[in-house]
């Protein structure tokens, strides 16, 4: 069985960095086919990719926020970390992580998510 | 990066209904186009990979078209249970890119 559960901290300062972790489970981030991404969802918006990685260590970022995350894996603990740095109250929103399939030929899909973290930024 | 581009965003429809979401993508993406239906407070859940593949678990009422750089999800009877909002997603090429959302309202 295939999970993803995100977790991190639920308020964070303006300016602080925020870490936020995806720990999985059900398949390796050691397969070829398996990434994570990273996507977030401000109140009441749409969704909004912002970074993935996968086995190789293949990393891609969000254009407008490149300068302020860093994606990263830890194989043998299952797990991915998301940072963005210098966090601001319009970065308040549900984040979520999700696995990214690349197992069928032609596809690259989202096809299991975790529910979610809810992160408030506020002074 | 890939602009993806939903309409309507938002739609009233009725319990047996046949709806039609629309995705145009700003280039040519080929067939990397996927749908995810949300409901509130909840992770959204993939339908359709592939444009056209549908998800296994996902109902046959759900199936997804392609024209060219246009996508269309077709519910073909609404269920009471279909009622959320639907999400396009391009995976071409990185940056990956969602559409807007269409918001299915009864």
């Known amino acids: 069985q295939v999970t993803l559960k995100e977790s991190g901290p639920v308020l964070v300062t303006p300016t602080e960095t925020l870490t936020l972790t995806c720990s999985v489970s059900?398949?390796?981030?050691?397969?070829?086919?398996?990434?994570v991404s990273w996507i977030r969802q401000s109140p009441g918006k749409a969704l909004e990719w912002l970074a993935h990685?996968?086995?190789?260590?293949?990393?891609s970022y969000s254009t407008s926020l490149k300068s302020r995350l860093t994606i990263s894996k830890d194989t043998s603990r299952s797990q991915v970390v998301l940072t963005m740095t210098n966090m601001d109250p319009v970065d308040t929103g549900s984040y979520y992580c999700?696995?990214?399939?690349?197992?069928?030929?032609?596809?690259?899909?989202?096809?299991?998510w975790g529910p979610g973290t809810t992160v408030i930024v506020s002074s | 990066d890939i602009q993806m581009t939903q309409s309507p965003s938002s739609l009233s429809a009725s319990v047996g209904d046949r709806v039609t979401i629309t995705c145009r993508a700003s280039?040519?993406?080929?067939?990397?186009l996927n749908w995810y239906q949300q409901k509130p407070g909840k992770a959204p859940k993939l339908l359709i990979y592939?444009?056209?593949s549908l998800q296994s678990g996902v109902p046959s009422r759900f199936s997804g078209t392609r024209s060219g750089t246009d996508f269309t999800l077709t519910i073909s009877s609404l269920q009471p249970e279909d009622f959320a909002t639907y999400y396009c997603?391009?995976?071409?090429?990185?940056?990956?890119?969602f559409g807007q959302g269409t918001k299915l309202e009864i």
């Open positions: 592939a444009a056209s």
């Open positions: 997603q391009q995976s071409f090429k990185t940056p990956l890119s």
């Open positions: 059900g398949f390796s981030l050691s397969n070829p086919r398996m990434g």
């Open positions: 999700a696995r990214e399939s690349r197992s069928r030929p032609g596809a690259d899909a989202l096809d299991m």
């Open positions: 990685i996968f086995s190789d260590d293949e990393k």
């Open positions: 280039q040519n993406i080929n067939n990397f």
